[in-house]
């Protein structure tokens, strides 16, 4: 059974940087697509970024694009979340999500797996 963790989340000011983690045990990472989502209560979940089982495929929400930066290390069961410029528009909650295979996809309900999310606040 595939185990995802978030970490990294916090209150940060207007303009700062915050970097998310999310371990991954339970199986081989290096053959899950990987993504992350946000979503506040009473809103809809909202794709941010996702990137293929190899890494060679990136893919982000157009709104966050050249503001976050998604990355991945297959040798320690690890993906990231790069945040930079926040603004209190991105206040939600995190959550790190795999798929099973290469391809990358904005579809929250394409992901077998979901962590328990990460809150990110961001002041202004």
């Known amino acids: 059974q595939v185990h995802l963790v978030e970490s990294g989340g916090g209150l940060v000011q207007d303009g700062d940087s915050l970097r998310l983690s999310c371990a991954f045990s339970g199986h081989i990472f290096s053959v899950y697509g990987m993504g992350w989502f946000r979503q506040t209560p009473g809103k809809e979940r909202e794709f941010v970024s996702g990137?293929?089982?190899?890494?060679?495929?990136?893919n982000y929400a157009d709104s966050l694009k050249g503001r976050f930066i998604i990355s991945r290390e297959n040798a320690n069961n690890t993906l990231y979340l790069q945040m930079n410029s926040l603004k209190p528009e991105d206040t939600d909650v995190y959550y790190c999500?795999?798929?099973?295979?290469?391809?990358?996809?904005?579809?929250?309900?394409?992901?077998?797996?979901w962590g328990q999310g990460t809150q990110v606040t961001v002041s202004s």
């Open positions: 999500v795999a798929r099973f295979g290469e391809r990358v996809t904005p579809v929250g309900t394409e992901y077998e797996y």
């Open positions: 990137i293929s089982a190899s890494g060679g495929i990136t």
